[in-house]
């Protein structure tokens, strides 16, 4: 057995006299990426002590890469439906990270009827957002959001490739001198 590998490990150089070879030409992949802007609106049910529904009017941008992630912003509007709470509107602004299976917001906020500052954080799933606002000196208020945004899409990438400059020489994948991608010169 140790004859045999010292024969091969004799023969490779050999064989790159042998058999003359240039270097494959490596063409490199495409890394796709996508920037999604989407107006949308929904419906906002708030549980707790101030309870109420609010429509949702917002944009947002996001940007997926080719793996998958997404990162972005989300603008958004909420002005209450009910009465009592008409004029409680909340404007937030919110950075969005996660994939396009699902994705996390952390941001801030406005509420202009109480004249209060909030945190937010939640969670976006297709058509659907979990979550609480910390309004300062009221406390948590949790929410479910029904909306129009719907999953996002990954983009397309391409795979890098090793081509020979000229079609009709073969292109091996064997180690030549060092070399794994060579194409074999025609004789």
Known sequence: MKKTIFLLLLINPLLSFAFPHIDATLTPGTQGTLNDNKVYAG???QIGVKAS???IFGFRTAHTSSGGNITGTDLN???PIS???FSDVKLKAEYLNGNTAGQGDIGVGYIFGRDKFL???G???PYVKIGTDYVFKDGFE???QIN???KYKKPSSSPSTYSCPNPSYPLYFASINGLTNVCSLPP
């Open 123 to 125: 969670y976006n799933l």
């Open 142 to 144: 949790p929410y479910l």
């Open 43 to 45: 419906i906002n049910w």
């Open 83 to 85: 009465k009592e709470h």
């Open 119 to 121: 945190a937010t954080i």
């Open 77 to 79: 509007i909420g002005i």
């Open 148 to 150: 129009t945004l719907d």
């Open 53 to 55: 529904f609010d429509a």
